[in-house]
Structures are given as C-alpha cells and as structure tokens.
C-alpha cells in the first residue's frame, strides 16, 4: 500500500458494473445493531445509528453514503469500529435495502435534501464527516458542495464514476488504449445489459450517472467543496467485470488508475490535511476487502479536526 499525500479528477466509472445486491449482506449476516425504520412522507427509510444518543455537543457525526445499487449493509465490519471513535449513521437511499422507493429521480441534489432530512429527523446535527464509497464518494462530494458548512471532513473510498470531469476527459483512458468514444459506448451498453433486470431504483441511478456524464460540465451543478480534512482511497487491485467490450479491459483499468490518480490528487490539494492511499491489495469493493482501510482513513480525518 502506497500513501500520496495532498489532491480532484476520475475517469469513467470505474467499477461502476460492480454492483453489489442491495439485499446480499443482510442475508449471509445476522441483524445489525442500531437498526431502526425512519417514516420519511410516509414512506420507509432503514437507518443504522450507533453513539448518537451519547454524542457531545458540537462534535462530529460520521456519516456513510453506500455505492450504486448497495445498502447499508456493506458497513456492517465498519460502523463497529467507528463507533468508539464518533457517532455513525448509515442509510438505505431510496428504493435500496430495506427503504421505500419513492419513485423520484435520484439526482444528486435530491439524494442531498433527502440525507439532510434524515439526519435532522434522527437528532444528528452537524458537523458531519462523510463516507462514501464509488457513486457515493460523488454523492458525498455533491452534499459537501451544497451544505459546506455543515460537512467537517471528506473520505472517498474509491469514488467513482467521475462526474467532476468533462465528458472529453473521460474518454482519456479508452483513448489511451486504442478503444477511443466507441470503447466508451460499448462500455456503457454492457453495464446496460448487466443491469437490465436490475429493480427499477438501481436502474434509476444508472441513469443519473450516464446523464450527468454525458451532460455540459457547466450543467451538473457542480459547487466548490470545503477545505477540509479529506482521505481518497483509490483501489488498485484489478477485478474482472462480467463484460464483453472489444479492448483488453485490464489495459483499460490501468490507464482509468493513472487517470482517476491525477484527479485525485487535484482534489486533495485543496485540503488542510489531504491524503491519497494507493490501495495495491484491494479491489473496487474496499469495504470487503480490507474494512481495516476505510477505518483508519475516518481514524485520520477525524485525528486532523479541531477539538471543540
């Protein structure tokens, strides 16, 4: 494992095909501590809190924000070890786990005021520090950029795909490799096909992505994040997908690793105490792979904040 101190940019998608059954972990574990049903305009949301009761005032909350398509399940060797350290809360998003879809797009900025709403409702007041992991690290990015000073500290764990860069910049990797914009759309028509009989909130957020990547930058209502602590992970472990595209996929991970790293570390330039871990023994799906990673990166951001 490799540490780059200091980093913003992603190519396209990485791992964005590794979806994960949002119902997976909650069948193979037994049930989590802290779980309760939120009614939110009266429909459901799952969430996760522990410590939040016992919470000093003006300290931090951390907060999860799941990958495309996963539940809050995907935290559970996580949540456990974080909680001695500052209250948790982890959520089902909208037609995920065990919540109720209702039935909106899941636009970033709706996915922000409904996370809001459901902090406020359980008594988890700022500051938050957030985690999120793949499409959630651009979630997590997006809240940060909406309700700055709310958000006290960023971990991304392997964000992914890069809506923070230009469509013509995302193209870079496939370029790199020979598979130019065809390789790019022949990516996307097997995540499509991997997804197609993916339940209708899983699709809905495919959906957002691609649009969102395939809009004007100036369109996606991108917002400056805070200068805060902030950890990136960045997995570097490659994983086959289940698709048939006409490039060597591992060529095309290596060259989407050395892109999404210049972005990266863009990103982290712009924090008091930024840092990019290199993660060479894992793949996209670090919460699997090596819990202990994400622990001590929140451990890190948490350590660089002001005593209050």
Not at 12 to 38: C, D, E, I, W
Not at 233 to 240: L, R
Request: glycine share 10%; with cysteine; hydrophobic share 45%.
């Amino acid at each position: 494992m490799t540490c780059v101190s200091r980093v913003m940019r992603v190519g396209v998608l990485a791992g964005f095909a590794l979806l994960a059954g949002s119902g997976a972990y909650a069948q193979q574990n037994p049930p989590l501590p802290g779980v309760r049903m939120l009614d939110l305009d009266g429909r459901a949301v799952r969430v996760q809190t522990i410590g939040l009761q016992g919470r000093r005032p003006g300290s931090p909350v951390v907060v999860f924000e799941a990958g495309s398509g996963n539940s809050l399940d995907v935290w559970r060797a996580i949540l456990p070890q974080v909680a001695p350290m500052a209250p948790v809360v982890a959520y089902d998003r909208a037609g995920l786990g065990s919540s109720d879809w209702d039935n909106a797009s899941p636009t970033p900025r709706h996915v922000a005021d409904r996370l809001r709403r459901v902090l406020r409702e359980i008594g988890a007041e700022p500051p938050f520090v957030l985690v999120g992991a793949s499409w959630g690290g651009m979630l997590a990015r997006y809240f940060a950029s909406y309700y700055p000073g709310e958000v006290a500290g960023l971990v991304f764990v392997d964000p992914a795909p890069m809506v923070t860069e230009s469509l013509a910049n995302n193209l870079k990797p496939f370029e790199t490799i020979g598979a130019g914009r065809a390789g790019y759309d022949a990516y996307w028509s097997g995540i499509a096909k991997v997804m197609a009989g993916s339940p209708p909130p899983v699709r809905a957020e495919m959906q957002v992505v691609r649009g969102l990547l395939e809009m004007d930058l100036a369109a996606r209502d991108l917002r400056q994040i805070p200068a805060v602590p902030m950890v990136v992970i960045v997995a570097a472990k490659y994983q086959q997908l289940p698709l048939a595209v006409p490039y060597d996929p591992q060529r095309y991970f290596q060259a989407d690793l050395r892109y999404r790293l210049g972005v990266l570390n863009e990103w982290v330039l712009g924090s008091p105490h930024g840092t990019v871990v290199v993660a060479s023994n894992t793949t996209h799906t670090i919460s699997r792979d090596d819990p202990g990673l994400i622990v001590s990166a929140i451990q890190r951001v948490l350590g660089a904040l002001p005593t209050r």
